[in-house]
Every structure is written in structure tokens, then in C-alpha cells.
């Protein structure tokens, strides 16, 4: 199969189809840190969508439309004197950021190919993205986070899980570590948050390729 990884620098999925055979290429606007500069297509991913692959496995940019990410679209608060009402402010230049990152999750998701899978964590329903096909965690593959992950599919079956382990932490804080036991891992460095569990990229290799 020809797959295209679209928003990879990691390489993890990559790497896993390509471990099967598989003519697999990561693709971003980020030169690659998985160590296969070979196998990686550096520029922008709208580019390269229309050549003929038989499988697009998107990772499009979510800080403007995931649901932890929605407070940022405000600035502030003014009050109506005359109705002695509060507004909030909206903050327009990261509107029209979210709305940019809204139409490439569709250019995604409406790639021309047969089989896609386009992952995101939970996106605000400002945005009216359609309804996922499914919700994962990587302890479902043998990882023992929490970490809530959606993904649309188009042309495939939902992801089986392969290795169902207890959680042991929080991957990302998503505002409720402090009302837990769980440690919480990976929240300061935006690549660490973004990181593709090893059990999840094997899982698609194995299940999708």
C-alpha cells in the first residue's frame, strides 16, 4: 500500500507501516525526528493529498479547535450598563486561526482517497465537526495512559483494541488532574502531547495495512 501520514514529525506511524512493507511517507512543515529523513515529505500536506495513495492517516494541528483550547477564544469581559449585563470578549485573531485549522481538518477528512482516518482529542462544539467514528485510549494498546483520543474514519473499521491495560496517568492534564491520584505526563511539552503511543501506530499498521 502507498500511505500517506500527514502532520507526522514523529514518524511513529510511518515507521510501523513501513516495518510491514507497507510504501509509507509522514509528511509536515517540520523536518523529521524519527530519524528516516527518506520516508519523509517535508512541506505542506495539501500538496501532496491528490497522488494517488490508498490510505491518508491525517494528525491535522488541534490547539485551535480541541475542547481544552476553547477558553482562549475569549479576551476578556465588558459590562452593558444600561442592562447591567456581562459579555465576553472574543478574541478574533484566534477565531479566525480556528477557523483556518476547521477548514484543513475537512481537506483532511475530504482527501481524495478511499480510506482515511483523521485524529484529533476532543474538539469544542463551536466548531461543529461531524460526530467521530470512535474514541480511544492508549491503554486500549498496551499503554498506560489516559489520554482521550477521537477518530473519523472514512473506508475503514474502527480500531480493535489490542492490549487493554489498567491506567496508570493522566497523558495530558485536561483540567482535572488535581480532583485525581494520577500523575499527569507529557503537559508541558507540546510534542510529547502530540506523541502517537507505539501501540496505537501498531495497531493501525496491523489493523488498516
Same mark, same amino acid.
Given at each position: 500500500m502507498?500511505?500517506?501520514?500527514?502532520?507526522?514529525?514523529?514518524?511513529?506511524?510511518?515507521?510501523?507501516?513501513?516495518?510491514?512493507g507497507?510504501?509509507?511517507?509522514?509528511c509536515?512543515?517540520?523536518?523529521?525526528?524519527?530519524?528516516h529523513?527518506?520516508?519523509?515529505?517535508?512541506?505542506?500536506?495539501?500538496?501532496? !493529498?491528490?497522488e +494517488?495513495?490508498?490510505l &491518508?492517516?491525517?494528525?491535522?494541528?488541534?490547539?485551535? /479547535?480541541? *475542547?481544552?483550547?476553547?477558553?482562549? !477564544?475569549?479576551? +476578556?469581559?465588558?459590562r &452593558?450598563?444600561?442592562q447591567?449585563?456581562?459579555?465576553? /470578549?472574543? *478574541?478574533?485573531?484566534?477565531?479566525r486561526?480556528?477557523?483556518?485549522?476547521r477548514?484543513?481538518?475537512f481537506?483532511?477528512?475530504?482527501?481524495?482517497?478511499?480510506k482515511?482516518?483523521?485524529?484529533n482529542?476532543?474538539p469544542?462544539?463551536?466548531?461543529?465537526?461531524?460526530?467521530?467514528?470512535?474514541m480511544?485510549?492508549?491503554?486500549?494498546?498496551?499503554?498506560?495512559?489516559?489520554?482521550k483520543?477521537?477518530?473519523w474514519?472514512?473506508?475503514l473499521?474502527?480500531?480493535?483494541?489490542?492490549?487493554v491495560?489498567?491506567?496508570?496517568?493522566?497523558?495530558v492534564d485536561?483540567?482535572?488532574?488535581?480532583t485525581?491520584?494520577?500523575?499527569?505526563?507529557?503537559?508541558?511539552?507540546?510534542k510529547k502531547?502530540?506523541?502517537?503511543f507505539?501501540?496505537?501506530a501498531?495497531?493501525?499498521?496491523?489493523?488498516w495495512?
Amino acid at each position: 500500500m502507498r500511505v500517506l501520514i500527514a502532520c507526522e514529525e514523529s514518524q511513529a506511524v510511518c515507521a510501523a507501516f513501513r516495518e510491514r512493507g507497507h510504501e509509507a511517507y509522514s509528511c509536515d512543515i517540520q523536518e523529521c525526528s524519527g530519524g528516516h529523513p527518506e520516508w519523509h515529505i517535508l512541506g505542506d500536506v495539501k500538496d501532496w !493529498l491528490g497522488e +494517488g495513495w490508498d490510505l &491518508i492517516i491525517a494528525h491535522p494541528p488541534c490547539t485551535y /479547535l480541541s *475542547n481544552m483550547g476553547a477558553n482562549h !477564544l475569549y479576551m +476578556g469581559t465588558e459590562r &452593558i450598563k444600561r442592562q447591567n449585563d456581562v459579555f465576553r /470578549l472574543m *478574541n478574533e485573531d484566534r477565531i479566525r486561526a480556528a477557523i483556518k485549522a476547521r477548514d484543513f481538518f475537512f481537506a483532511m477528512l475530504n482527501a481524495p482517497c478511499s480510506k482515511v482516518a483523521v485524529e484529533n482529542p476532543i474538539p469544542s462544539s463551536i466548531w461543529q465537526l461531524p460526530p467521530p467514528t470512535q474514541m480511544i485510549q492508549p491503554y486500549f494498546f498496551g499503554e498506560p495512559y489516559k489520554k482521550k483520543t477521537y477518530l473519523w474514519l472514512r473506508g475503514l473499521k474502527p480500531l480493535q483494541a489490542t492490549d487493554v491495560v489498567e491506567p496508570t496517568g493522566l497523558w495530558v492534564d485536561g483540567g482535572h488532574a488535581k480532583t485525581t491520584k494520577m500523575q499527569t505526563f507529557g503537559f508541558r511539552d507540546s510534542k510529547k502531547r502530540a506523541k502517537t503511543f507505539h501501540g496505537i501506530a501498531q495497531a493501525m499498521a496491523e489493523q488498516w495495512g
